[in-house]
């Protein structure tokens, strides 16, 4: 039996296969290995295997995907939280670009993308992400992310980039005002998270040419700083994961052609992939 879970700063999808058609797939509360605090890891770990019934003797070697979990301290601290519950498992842990690599493009190379809450992109070939672009976080990068987009958001709302009535529609329908969005950046724990919660109301109202130009200008930045400077082939199409390139698809699509990139699949949420990839792939 293994365990694979591929873990954003938002949420965390499992699945449990013996490897063959018998899966189980949950979700629980996801976590960034590098920001997160130990034992906000260790609770989410915890919460998911014991509210979903996980026999930790029965699992043989776990397959990690997570947002941080770059090599040194964000991989070690996944893995010696999950050692704790799985004491007889083979554990191995791989940054989430790794898994968007794997889940997308399996055995093919290509342009490996993440637009969730935050952003993250490199080319993916053999098994692994070669070359690729820091995305910096939320704070000096992230472009096009649900963290970069939601900050563009309310800092048009606030800095009267947009006629007011855009500002009362917001605070009605995200019930919040002004202190809200300070509070939630600057005293939450997850500021983050609290940002691309705001992209639901941007979804929302999209055919609103001044939400489309919104997200297409971060699209825009995407592509100009994270895969254009990518030393790839040209002939590489990318493909993206998360929830903003979901929603998103047309807008991201339209970007994409803007800038010569053509995109092979955009796959919400890759969990079902990566079953598939280590079902087929003996590493």
């Known amino acids: 039996m293994f365990l694979i ?27 960034n290995a590098i920001h997160s605090k130990d034992e906000v890891i260790l609770l989410a770990i915890k919460n998911a295997i014991s509210s979903n019934g996980i026999d930790t003797k029965s699992i043989d070697k776990i397959y990690f995907y997570g947002a941080g979990c770059i ?33 997308i493009f399996k ?37 096009g992310s649900g963290a970069s987009i939601g900050k563009r958001l309310v800092n048009a709302i606030y800095k009267k980039e947009l006629p007011d009535t855009y500002r009362n529609l917001f605070e009605k329908e995200c019930m919040m005002s002004y202190d809200d969005v300070i509070y939630g950046v600057y005293r939450s724990d997850t500021p983050a998270v609290f940002l691309a919660s705001l992209v639901p109301f941007i979804h929302e109202h999209i ?40 929603y998103f698809e047309d807008i991201l699509r339209d970007a994409a052609r803007f800038h010569g990139i053509t995109i092979s699949s955009i796959i919400q949420r890759p969990i079902q992939r990566l079953v598939e990839f280590h079902n087929e792939v003996s590493l």
Not at 13 to 20: E, L, Y
Not at 115 to 132: A, K, P, R, W
Not at 223 to 230: A, P, S
């Open 5 to 31: 879970a591929d873990c954003g700063s938002t949420k965390c999808d499992w699945a449990v296969s013996n490897g063959d058609e018998d899966v189980k797939f949950f979700s629980g509360v996801g976590f």
């Open 71 to 103: 090599e040194g301290i964000g991989a070690e601290k996944v893995s010696y939280t999950l050692k704790y519950f799985f004491q007889n498992s083979e554990i191995y842990t791989f940054d989430d670009l790794t898994g968007a690599g794997r889940a």
């Open 107 to 143: 055995t093919d190379p290509g342009i490996a993308c993440i637009l969730g809450t935050g952003c993250n992109s490199g080319v993916y070939s053999n098994f692994e992400i070669g070359d690729h672009i820091y995305p910096m976080g939320y704070i000096i990068g992230d472009e």
């Open 207 to 246: 055919n609103d040419p001044i939400f489309r130009n919104l997200v297409f200008c971060e699209f825009d930045l995407f592509f100009n700083h994270n895969i254009i400077r990518l030393d790839r082939p040209k002939n590489y199409s990318a493909g993206f994961v998360g929830s903003i390139a979901s």
